[in-house]
């Protein structure tokens, strides 16, 4: 009759530790209460991917309490006993009698929760990117005698540098990463159609490597094509490769929750003059980004060493090099771009997404996943930096 | 240099059709202005599917404009022109700057916008459940002078009756989930990976049939086996197969940004006594639903034609019965739930999602896609209503 908890990605410890550097934070805003309605924080400091944020769930963190609660809807609590580092005690499910009732939701069960245990009067802190207007509004209404304190991105801040094991885990995903871009080069081939190709390389990023396989697909693949080779977001379309074709392709492994991302340009058939000079000015700019990273140096100082590298050579791009990266694809943290002045730290990750939109009708795309290491920089993902050729 | 409009999913009369519909619902409630933040509404609208929405964007509808202006990053314009129906000059591209800038962002861009063309003044439809609190605060700070007026789910209560040309996309997507069923039934075997299977599973969502190929993979699936048929929103573990293995499946064809779901239920080996009956009791709930399903029922009333068919036999279900289903899965309006009085009208679709999940490990699934057709119901997947043996 009921669920064991399942094999865990990390150990308790891993999780404590999580939660001690959030609760200091919490202390340092005098707050004692956290409401974490951000998905990828409450895979954080949970264990929980289970994709059930569609409907309002919460985790609540106290600083008097060593394990958060997680509330969350009743058909879910099963998942969240499987997934979940706390005790099964610690996960409170509510009535499916609040899904699709337009009065009442699962944030109301969270302010009921909050109010039955005396917190209604202390510092509340909240999360107002993944909180949506009308949910705010609720807990002004239904909690008038707290005070709300904006705890936005800061678990965010303290995800940005990893633990050795988070590290691993990252490591697993970059490798399905590697075997995705591989099977691009196996799939893309004249006359097959960027859905069949698509199909092989999701299919990859399931499998998985080494008996590791991806635990889930957050950042599906984008597959565009000539004439969409200046999109991004395209997954991919219901066209079919020519020869002559170019292919940007962007891959994600997953691993518990942890994204390692890659993107390389295939082209059918030898490249145009135009593609292999960008390629060439890229490759020398991503080199000289990853030169730039050690402990100490600064976002912006790897993005303008890309940025001065290419700009030398009469290239430009106008987007970011990248972003800090691990839970959920983008940090909302560090950025690698021009005035970010976060210094790097041993064990930050960071998505370098070179990826460069240069026409409304053509555009390049390399990437690696990297972390900083003691002395310099790690660079999780191994694919050759290489036009491939089919 | 510049990118042309490609393969349109809907004509152009179509579009004109849904905002008309919209700009109606404005004028009742004496706004001119809406800002739409909501994904699905977007591609609603316009057409656009392509995956940009983490960072801000927002289309804005003009009572006194014939096509509406989306305002996105730079990067992402190309993919816009290239999907939209509008004029590319409806299409407003903001710059990268605004992409990290921990002050401003693209909401930023659409205020500015709003104040060049002379609006800031007027009443303004916002919507509270896809905008975050912090980006509200941001319009009420810097547009203090409009009135800001909740228009949250309106535009979905408008896509809850679909077109023809809607549900035609709509039995595409179908196709597609019964293709992803059946392959379920191809490579479910004991000793299979749950990841080899879904990657498989997967695979079939993407290439589609009949030469539609899945457009996207916006539903994941969910491949929910023993010990965790209890759970329904894991995509699927690092496990293996066995015989007596129970396997739960939740799949879904994607066409143009519009979903089609589908479960069903697998067994390795004999289903056990309690499996067979609890099947038995649900199809013969499933259909006493689709048998209440006609113009002027309710939702209540399909709802508690499957409540209380099985209850006869001792079984409940505790979650609702579905949902209104169309674009990014499930919309927020009317649910197959006990008192939900919206009355059902020709072409409304919906997710007969009759997942059971009774005890911690032990659930059960089986669901339809309908439209409500002029007489009765038109059930637009096909695949058997049986538990799949293997």
């Known amino acids: 009759?009921?669920?064991?908890?399942?094999?865990?990605?990390?150990p308790r410890s891993e999780y404590l530790?999580?939660?001690?550097?959030?609760?200091?934070?919490?202390?340092?805003?005098?707050?004692?209460?956290?409401?974490?309605?951000?998905?990828?924080?409450?895979?954080?400091?949970?264990?929980?991917?289970?994709?059930?944020?569609?409907?309002?769930?919460?985790?609540?963190?106290?600083?008097?309490?060593?394990?958060p609660t997680f509330i969350l809807r009743r058909c879910d609590a099963p998942a969240a006993i499987y997934q979940c580092f706390m005790d099964r005690t610690k996960i409170v499910a509510y009535p499916e009698a609040l899904i699709a009732d337009h009065k009442r939701d699962g944030y109301d069960?969270?302010?009921?929760?909050?109010?039955?245990?005396?917190?209604?009067?202390?510092?509340?802190?909240v999360e107002l990117y993944s909180l949506p207007a009308k949910s705010m509004e609720k807990f002004k209404s239904r909690l008038p005698r707290a005070t709300l304190v904006d705890f936005t991105n800061a678990v965010a801040w303290i995800r940005i540098v990893k633990s050795d094991l988070e590290i691993a885990?990252?490591?697993?995903?970059?490798?399905?990463?590697?075997?995705?871009?591989?099977?691009?080069?196996?799939?893309i081939r004249p006359g097959v159609s960027e859905a069949d190709a698509s199909a092989e390389i999701m299919a990859a990023q399931?499998?998985?490597v080494n008996g590791k396989p991806g635990t889930d697909v957050y950042g599906t693949i984008m597959l565009c094509a000539s004439p969409r080779t200046g999109t991004c977001?395209?997954?991919?379309?219901e066209d079919v490769f020519r020869v002559g074709s170019q292919v940007n392709l962007e891959v994600g492994g997953t691993r518990h929750g942890y994204c390692a991302g890659l993107m390389r340009t295939y082209s059918i058939g030898a490249p145009s003059d135009r593609l292999r000079g960008v390629h060439e000015i890229q490759v020398e700019g991503l080199e000289a980004a990853l030169g730039a990273v050690r402990p100490g140096a600064t976002c912006s100082d790897v993005a303008n060493a890309f940025y001065r590298t290419i700009e030398k050579q009469g290239l430009t791009k106008e987007s970011r090099c990248g972003y800090a990266h691990g839970i959920g694809w983008v940090e909302p943290t560090a950025s690698l771009r021009d005035g970010d002045m976060t210094e790097l730290k041993p064990n930050m990750t960071f998505h370098l997404m070179?990826?460069?939109?240069?026409?409304?009708?053509?555009?390049?795309?390399?990437?690696?996943?990297?972390?900083?290491?003691?002395?310099?920089?790690?660079?999780?993902t191994t694919m050759p930096r290489k036009i491939f050729e089919i």
Chains 1, 2 share one sequence.
């Open 109 to 125: 069960a969270v302010v009921d929760h909050i109010v039955e245990a005396g917190l209604a009067n202390h510092r509340i802190g």
């Open 169 to 187: 885990v990252m490591r697993e995903a970059a490798a399905i990463a590697d075997a995705a871009i591989m099977r691009g080069a196996e799939v």
């Open 233 to 237: 977001h395209i997954p991919w379309t």
């Open 206 to 208: 399931i499998r998985g």
């Open 17 to 67: 530790r999580r939660l001690a550097a959030v609760k200091f934070e919490m202390a340092r805003r005098e707050i004692d209460t956290l409401i974490v309605s951000d998905q990828d924080n409450i895979t954080y400091m949970t264990g929980y991917t289970a994709r059930s944020g569609y409907v309002p769930q919460a985790l609540l963190v106290r600083a008097a309490e060593e394990e």
């Open 354 to 380: 070179l990826g460069n939109w240069i026409d409304e009708d053509f555009g390049y795309t390399i990437s690696e996943t990297f972390r900083v290491s003691d002395t310099g920089v790690d660079v999780l």
């Open 1 to 10: 009759m009921t669920i064991s908890r399942g094999p865990q990605a990390f």
